[in-house]
């Protein structure tokens, strides 16, 4: 068999690229994928995200996790004791994958359409994306969104203390949970 010295270089350089590819740079960057938690609740929207530092851990994201208009729940992803799930039977909505990440949409019965999408921004951040459209009769009052972020499952944020737990609060920005959080700011 002959090869060209052109064919030859080629070769070599592939062998060289594939050589620099270490099991740290494989694993490194932020990733975000469509996750599954409990297969019981087939309703979920469960993304998981990992670090931007070398890591086969991940962060799951549950967003979002409950829906209150005018503080009654419309919404909640799972079971609860406290809060029974409105529309326990629903199916499976399936992530799209969207430029950087994945997003979905879902429609409650009464026409109320949310979802949501989660994107890398930068090389060492998410975004975070929800919004709610109101296809119901009466005007929705009072919105808040609950979304639940489970730390845990990533290596340096799993042991059980609040000094590795930090929140983001509008007027005084990043702030440890083992500081008390000022009343009214939760």
């Known amino acids: 068999m002959t090869y060209s010295r ?9 062998v060289t690229l594939a050589a620099q590819q270490t ?6 960057g932020i990733r975000i994928f469509p996750g599954h938690w409990r297969p019981h609740y087939p309703w979920e929207q469960i993304a998981w995200i990992s670090p931007p530092w070398p890591s086969q851990d991940y962060l799951w994201l549950d967003f979002p996790e409950a829906i209150f208009i005018d503080r009654q729940l419309i919404w909640v992803s799972h079971i609860n004791p406290q809060a029974l799930s409105i529309y ?6 399936p992530w799209k994958t969207v430029p950087g990440g994945i997003a979905f949409e879902r429609t409650l019965p009464d026409n109320v359409r949310f979802g949501g999408s989660v994107t890398r921004h930068g090389k060492t951040a998410v975004a975070l994306e929800l919004h709610l459209h109101n296809g119901a009769k009466e ?5 808040s969104l609950q979304t639940c972020a489970f730390l845990r499952a990533i290596h340096e944020f799993a042991d059980y203390t609040k000094a590795n737990k930090y929140v983001h609060l509008p007027h005084a920005g990043w702030t440890s ?10």
């Not at 099991?23 to 490194?28: A, G, L, V, W």
């Not at 326990?88 to 909505?93: A, K, M, W, Y």
């Open 23 to 28: 099991y740290d740079t494989q694993i490194s």
């Open 177 to 186: 949970f083992a500081n008390p959080i000022p009343p009214g700011e939760s």
């Open 6 to 14: 052109r064919a030859f270089l080629h070769a070599a350089g592939a």
């Open 88 to 93: 326990p039977s629903f199916p499976r909505v």
């Open 139 to 143: 005007p929705l009052k009072r919105i």
